[in-house]
């Protein structure tokens, strides 16, 4: 059974770190691309970046790039997203999602793990 377990949510005010983690298992976690997704109240779900399984590029939406860094762990079937100079509006509920590439249409979810900043 797949499994994709995201922790590491909380509340941190403006200005803070975070750091998500995304342990995955039921699945050969170098051939998948994990992607992280976050959806705020009242907004569509937006992916803000995903690591590629093959050659471990990665990717940031530009809301997030230069805060966020992704990094993984294959020894542990975790991926890791480090999230710097947090804002207001990053608060969202955070979700890491599976499948072969960075740029499909993700098959496997995890549930979701809440992260708010105050202002």
């Known amino acids: 059974e797949v499994q994709l377990q995201a922790s590491g949510g909380g509340l941190v005010q403006a200005g803070g770190s975070l750091r998500l983690s995304c342990a995955a298992s039921?699945?050969?976690?170098?051939?998948?691309?994990i992607g992280w997704f976050r959806q705020a109240p009242g907004k569509e779900r937006e992916g803000i970046s995903c690591i590629e399984s093959s050659d471990g590029s990665t990717y940031y939406t530009h809301s997030v790039k230069g805060r966020f860094t992704l990094s993984s762990d294959n020894a542990k079937n975790t991926v890791y997203l480090q999230m710097n100079s947090l804002k207001p509006e990053d608060t969202a509920v955070y979700y890491c999602?599976?499948?072969?590439?960075?740029?499909?249409?993700?098959?496997?979810w995890g549930q979701g793990t809440q992260v708010t900043v105050s202002s």
């Open positions: 039921g699945f050969t976690f170098d051939d998948y691309a």
């Open positions: 999602a599976a499948d072969r590439l960075c740029g499909a249409n993700f098959q496997y």
